[in-house]
């Protein structure tokens, strides 16, 4: 079967941890205030706000992350106990809580974009190691889904949040031996809140 063709992003999705271990699918119910007024997609990355509590991080270049969004749940008035792939906006329960992939070694999967949710660019070799901002774009309502892409223009600046650790292979772009428009990003050292020596 071939590779589904990458038409959009769609936000960063653990695969697994530094040195191959597996991501086991192990996340951390950290609290959504009742209220927020922030939707937040499965995908997304998410950060504490000031508050304590759980919201999405629409930083490009200056992310502090706890991890990314993989749904949540919550008490609805009418349905009782529920998971939903993404946060509603404006959402009033109290025992909301998102499931958030935390650990600071983890690896994602993302699409490299240019701009926006269309653009879809690639990366080539001498990017691995190279640092990345993200593209923010809000998420859709219909699938849940996060949009958020990584910028293809990678540098050496040690605060922005991605690296550039490898590439999904079947994403090879046709005529453009050695460029991909898939990448495998991990957490630059001291950007995700466990290991940022600066308390909040």
Known sequence: MAYPTVAAPYGLIPINLVGGRVFAGATRQIPINTGEGTSIFYGDVVKFNTDGYLTRDTSTTAATPIGVFLGCSYTDPTFGKVFRQYYPANTVAADTVGYVCDDPDAL?????????????????????NRNAALVQNNGSTVTGNSAVGINDATNTTTTLPVRIVDFVPETTVTGEPGSYTEVIVKWVAGVHRYTNPTGV
């Open 108 to 128: 994602f999967k993302a699409a490299v974009v240019d701009t926006g949710t269309t653009t879809v660019s690639f990366l080539t070799r001498t990017d691995v």
